[in-house]
């Protein structure tokens, strides 16, 4: 317990949350909540839940793993950690799962997190060349839980022709503010000026949830589907001994447009419908938006 305290006193987003959280666990701790607790999972869960209550920040967990972490200094990963990571990326195509051309020409991609595009911006520069001819487009993150913010810029490049600031991410350890804006060149056509629409649910989380936050604030997509769930802070892993490990949120996005983010609150869809009927849903508007736009007087 006292490590997890340590790495959230030095590394949680708001030092003033992270005090609280402490000074929380520490007052059941004297009491004797934690004392008939014998199995690592469950106190694993205790605690994540105990530090939620004060923080409600669902990017902060508690894990515990009956095989023995290996001991990694922190820092980048090493040749090891990426070769693995090719390895799982390679089985899972970066995350996507269906890239097609629905009626009326409009692209349809659903992807399930956000890759890093060294790794992966071959996969994703291939599903969107596919959709280069598209009349309108369909991200569905209905399933999405987050992922890299160099991949969000990645794929929000191919929506602009001009550059675009899409989001900052302040780091609190060092005082220090990263931008986010589009890539200069991405291969393949770009979909600037054609309709844009994210798909939402209750599970969009994370670097999911900044994808569409950045597109409602830019007004560059309609947003359709459900409330999201509202998690704003970047999350990096602490070992804490050979069994448990937390996952601290270190920085906080920051809009460049509303100057906050969704932490807590979710994103809210611009047509709110249960996340079952969004794809249909967007189907139709595109459609309607579509036949609008078409020149009257063809047969």
């Not at 600031?165 to 770009?190: A, F």
Request: net charge negative; proline share 6%.
């Amino acid at each position: 317990m006292d490590g997890a305290i340590a790495q959230l006193n030095e590394f949680y987003v708001f030092a003033e949350t992270a005090k609280k959280m402490a000074d929380a666990v520490k007052a059941k701790q004297k009491k004797g909540d934690y004392d008939s607790i014998t199995d690592g999972d469950a106190f694993a869960k205790m605690l994540t839940d105990n530090f939620q209550e004060v923080s409600h920040d669902k990017h902060l967990r508690m894990n515990f793993s009956p095989a023995p972490l290996p001991d990694r200094p922190d820092g980048p990963p090493n040749a090891e950690d990426r070769a693995r990571y090719r390895k799982d990326m390679k089985r899972m195509n970066c995350g996507f799962e269906k890239v097609e051309i629905l009626s009326g020409n409009v692209g349809y991609l659903k992807f399930n997190f956000f890759a890093d595009p060294d790794v992966c911006g071959p996969t994703a520069v291939a599903a969107m060349n596919f959709l280069a001819n598209v009349d309108a487009i369909i991200f569905d993150l209905r399933e999405n839980g987050g992922g890299d913010p160099k991949m969000i810029a990645f794929l929000s490049t191919y929506l602009f022709s001009e550059p675009t600031h899409l989001n900052d991410i302040w780091e609190r350890k060092d005082d220090s503010t990263h931008q986010y804006w589009t890539l200069p060149y991405v291969s393949g056509k770009r979909l600037d000026g054609k309709p844009a629409y994210v798909l939402t649910s209750k599970q969009t989380f994370s670097g999911a949830e900044e994808f569409s936050y950045n597109l409602k604030n830019l007004k560059r997509a309609t947003l359709i589907g459900e409330t999201t769930g509202g998690g704003a802070h970047p999350v990096s892993g602490h070992r804490i001994d050979a069994h448990f490990m937390i996952g601290v949120p270190f920085a906080r996005a920051i809009n460049p447009i509303s100057k906050t983010n969704w932490e807590g609150t979710g994103v809210e869809p611009d047509v709110k419908v249960p996340a079952p009927d969004a794809l249909t849903t967007a189907q139709k508007l595109a459609a309607e938006k579509l036949s609008s736009k078409e020149p009257s007087g063809h047969e």
